[in-house]
């Protein structure tokens, strides 16, 4: 049975390297499609023209419209393509408006994470209570986004350390820690992490800053295969500056391993 | 008197929105031309393609393949360009190889960053001894790397804690800190920063592991314009596995205010 996530991901090719999709209604936030599920629907594309190379190691988006549900397509060109990686560039469009352009860089890391040369890996997966011990985002809807369908798609439990926002009490620690799973407990991959990513609320809800925060550019580096269960993830933010913020996230998975880190640089909240 | 970095990263227009670059033999380093100094020279490019949106916000470049020193051509197309912000994708190429793509959000941060709307910024500069007492770059150049001509283009002075590696005493902390200037003292611009966030060397030298590291990606944000003056800068990475490392850079300027962050993502150092 296909999973939520994929189905709404697919792709179909129309002509070489070029792919259509249907962006569901069932990813809306804010102002539009929730970015984390478009890049995951871009780079379902990109792993389509790069034969043996199924994994984005980086890729970056820079967006440039709001998505709308309805038919989209994404068009690849393949920049480089030997040895062990290959970039490619895409660019999502809805009619004649251009949504995404992105450049991915792709490898097997099935391959690359043998871990046999690793020399250090300090990153932590950040301390959390037991889920059932965390709020669950069904509890945690800030005003205004009750209508939210992408809230639906995650199960999300929420340090309670970090969830003030939820009921007025923001606490301005610029971090927000949760355990994530997709809806039909689908087991995360190196696309589902990209959706990942830029699933939980924008960290300027720990300011009180509510509100959807349009993305401007995101890059994601996806560094190993995720083991199945819970992810564990952090959002994180150390300069709101000229109306703009960064905001950091990783992806521990339920061995503690590191396996996805992005940065995004964003809008600061528009009013609900 | 044009700086030796304005000189380097000079672009000629050769017809709308083409330019090319004669690429220095001054910034050579391990396999190629220092990725900072090319993505400062796609960089200009852009800025001159996006009239009234002089710096780079958002800048997400993927290194396909070495620069070398001479001729280069650089191709800008606008994505999208209205509001405060335009994006643009950019390819750098010498002759029929593509050697940089990039995707660039750009805008005009002294109108953005006016601080007013500052909610929050945690982010503080590294603890440095004054420069005087820091390790100069003129003294701690790692074995292989002496003929380096990119060491010539800065004086950077590094914490005394962090250069252990420089006499093969490398302290395992996967940070470097360091002061930083243009050899000619020019001072920090948005579009220098660019180079300033590629600089230092690799933070793989603190585990030992050293010569060059290829960059496969590497995407900065300029968030405010620098004041004059030293630079600090930091290196940090806390996840090396499967043969790549991410690093990620911050610089503040002389105010202490962050004004330029970055992230890479790039293969662990080959020998010299």
Redesign the interface.
């Known amino acids: 049975m296909t999973s939520v996530f994929d189905a709404a991901t697919a792709v179909t090719p129309r002509g070489e390297h070029r792919y259509t999709a249907e962006l569901s209604d069932g990813w809306l936030i804010g102002g539009g499609l929730n970015g984390g599920y478009l890049l995951a629907t871009v780079a379902r594309a990109v792993r389509e023209a790069l034969p043996g190379k199924p994994d984005p ?2 890729i ?1 988006a ?1 967006y ?2 709001a998505s709308r549900p309805g038919a989209a397509e994404v068009d690849v060109r393949v ?2 393509d030997g040895g062990t ?1 290959a ?1 490619a ?1 895409a660019d999502l469009r809805q009619g004649d408006v ?1 949504r995404i ?5 792709y490898g097997d ?1 099935s391959r ?4 046999a ?7 932590a997966p950040p301390d959390l209570p037991a889920p059932e011990d965390c709020v669950s985002n069904a509890v945690s809807v800030p005003v205004g986004l009750e209508a939210a369908s992408l809230l639906e798609r995650f199960d999300m439990r929420f340090h309670p350390d970090d969830i003030g926002w939820a009921s007025g009490r923001p606490n ?1 620690s ?1 971090l927000m820690r949760a355990w994530f799973r997709l809806e039909d407990d689908r087991d995360p991959d190196p696309l589902s992490l990209l959706l990942v990513l830029d699933a939980l609320p924008p960290v ?1 809800f720990t ?1 009180g ?1 509510m509100g959807w925060a349009p993305t ?2 995101l ?1 994601a ?1 996806v ?2 295969v995720p083991a199945p269960g819970w992810l564990r993830v952090t959002h994180a ?10 905001e950091d996230c990783e992806v521990f998975d339920s061995t503690g391993r ?1 396996v996805a ?1 992005s ?1 995004q ?1 964003a809008r ?1 909240p528009r009013p609900v």
Chains 1, 2 share one sequence.
């Open positions: 190691l980086a970056s820079h440039l419209s920049l480089r990686v970039t560039a251009g352009s992105a450049l991915a860089t890391l690359l994470s043998t871990g040369d690793d020399l250090h890996a300090t990153a301005g610029g300027t300011f800053a401007i550019e890059t580096h560094r190993a933010s150390r300069t709101m500056a000229g109306g703009l913020f960064e590191l880190q940065r640089l600061m």
